[in-house]
Each structure stands twice: as C-alpha cells, then as structure tokens.
C-alpha cells in the first residue's frame, strides 16, 4: 500500500511554473547576446528591474524548464528568431 503511494507521489506531475511574455522575452534576448555569462546579464542596460546575476540564473533556469524553450530553440534552429528587435 505505502509503496502505491510512493509511486503514485513519484508520478504526479507538477505544475509548470508560469512565465510571462516580457520575462520571456528578456530570458531569450539575453539568452541570445550572452550566453551562460549571468553577470553581464546583470549589467545589461535592459535589466531595468536590476535584477542580480542569481536571480537571472533562476528567471532563466525557470524558461528553460518551460515549454517555450523548445519553441525558442525550434525557432533559433530556423532562423525565424528576432527577438532584438523588440529592444531596438
């Protein structure tokens, strides 16, 4: 019985944490000109809610556990991405 439950526990999904459209954005723009360098990410003028190098690895680290990164890395792969010209 407590191993049923156990599995069952193992098997449940959890719910996929909601990211907003701007975040979204500013995930994949920074994404795009930055790589993995948080710190720069933390400097970047577009940073306008001055967001710290953790809370960038975090915000982003949450984008890429969605299902938009596959869309983001779908539309990288195509060529169909123009995300800095939302900041230009």
Request: with cysteine; charged share 35%; proline share 1%.
């Amino acid at each position: 019985m407590k191993s049923q439950l156990k599995n069952i526990r193992k098997n449940k999904k959890k719910p996929e944490k909601f990211i907003s459209e701007d975040d979204r954005i500013f995930c994949m723009y920074m994404l795009e000109l930055y790589g993995n360098d948080y710190n720069a990410m933390c400097r970047d003028s577009r940073n306008i809610y001055q967001l710290t190098s953790t809370q960038i690895r975090r915000l982003i680290s949450a984008f890429r556990d969605s299902k938009y990164y596959a869309q983001y890395l779908k539309q990288k792969h195509d060529n169909d991405l123009h995300v800095t010209e939302f900041y230009e």
